[in-house]
């Protein structure tokens, strides 16, 4: 199980930071993702992170604005999003995928768990 937390409103120039905690898996040789969706768009990839060595991987769009980490004793995957613009609204997911070479396997069709979003609304 993937359960998001931390989404909501914030004012252009704001910050947030999503958590996902992983239950109920063995995460090695996983990578952790984080998805989004606006309306009307498709689902994209944000950001990845290996589990196994910590490699990082983010979109042009988020480069030097997010920031993915994660707490192993937790299991807890952050996503550190300043300086938040409209265009970042959209409903966020956490995500497993396989491991890989993370630049092309940080992808919504290598994904194996989703979970269930949690909303983020960039708007003065």
């Known amino acids: 199980r993937l359960a998001e937390s931390g989404g909501g409103l914030v004012q252009p120039g704001g910050s947030l930071r999503l958590a996902c905690e992983a239950s109920?898996?063995?995460?090695?040789?996983?990578?952790i993702g984080w998805f989004r969706q606006s309306p009307g768009k498709e689902r994209e990839e944000v950001s990845c992170?290996?589990?196994?060595?910590?490699?990082?991987y983010y979109i042009d769009s988020v480069k030097g604005r997010f920031t993915i980490s994660r707490d192993s004793a937790k299991a807890i995957t952050y996503l550190q999003m300043n300086n938040l613009q409209p265009d970042d609204t959209a409903i966020y997911y956490c995500a497993l995928l396989p491991s890989g070479v993370i630049q092309n396997r940080c992808r919504t069709h290598w994904v194996g768990s989703w979970g269930q979003g949690t909303q983020v609304t960039v708007s003065s």
């Open positions: 992170i290996s589990v196994t060595n910590g490699d990082t």
């Open positions: 109920g898996f063995d995460l090695d040789y996983y990578l």
